[in-house]
């Protein structure tokens, strides 16, 4: 049978061009999780994605209900699950304020980690329940939030400190809407969001992979300088940003060949290691990269596991 796999922010950028590739290979059904049904409709289209190779499903992370609802819907299709993608995500770079998801959670790591932390906990029972040979749960993780690069390093530095703004809720009321309890920083906040991304990955490993043989798996596809994550950017800076890449930082992919990237973790037999960050050399060949130190921190990993589930309401 077709393999199937949910994929999260598929309408545009990263997750369309996996989406894309994952369904040419005639092997895989492709679960589009999108908020906005017409416009994934219309970029599944626009990219000539074969039409009985994907379905559009509703999902807005920034609603726990709708995580949930997701979920219902998901199962009542009657589709096994066999690998899962969490590749959405937004990113503030210019605001001012902080917004908030449907409970009240700054809109970055609300959306980024937290809708994918319960997504995944939900999900974890499909999986478990697939008799595919080979099941996983990728979460996009991303270079920003890794220290020990120098992308990691252009100020403002991920840093989620002792965690005292997001054990209050990240509500901007009556605790700070940052992780760390600090200031409002929409560019941390993402870089926060990227390494709970990557913490939660390796505490899914740590915590499952053994008794489930579920490969739990994180990447950093490259630079993808034109997708719509920089939407929110000043125009000087989407200007620039993909030439600098390009030709300063070497470090620029484009959408099709990131999407290939992502794919192959989806699907290469050869990528079954769990508990790995996968990254690409200039030859687009897979290496097991290192994580930050913060990234990396189990006893990190665990806060955050536990506090999320307060949060999400599973604790
Ligand atoms: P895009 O902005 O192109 O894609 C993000 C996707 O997430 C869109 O489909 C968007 O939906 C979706 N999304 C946003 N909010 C929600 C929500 N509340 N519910 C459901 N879906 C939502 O960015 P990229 O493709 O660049 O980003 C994809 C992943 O790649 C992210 O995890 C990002 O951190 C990571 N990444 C990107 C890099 C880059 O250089 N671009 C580098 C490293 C990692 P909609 O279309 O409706 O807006």
Redesign the pocket.
Known sequence: RKGCVIV????????LATAKALSETGKWHVIMA???FL?AEKAAKSVGMPKENYTIMH????SLDSVRQFVDNFRRSGRPLDVLVA????YQPTAKEPSFTAEGFEISVG??HL?HFLLSRLLLDDLKQSDYPSKRLII?G??TGNTNTLAGNVPPKANLGDLRGMAGGLNGINSSAMIDGGEFDGAKAYKDS?VCNMLTMQEFHRRYHEETGITFASL??G???T???F?EHIPLFRLLFPPFQKYITKGFVSETEAGKRLAQVVSDPSLTKSGVYWSWNKDSASFENQLSEEASDVEKARKVWEVSEKLVGLA
């Open positions: 999260t922010g598929a309408s545009s950028g990263l997750g999108c908020r906005d416009k999902l807005d992370l920034a590749n959405a995500a937004v959306t980024n809708g996009v991303s270079i990227k950093y596809p630079c993808i300088a997708t719509g994550l939407r």
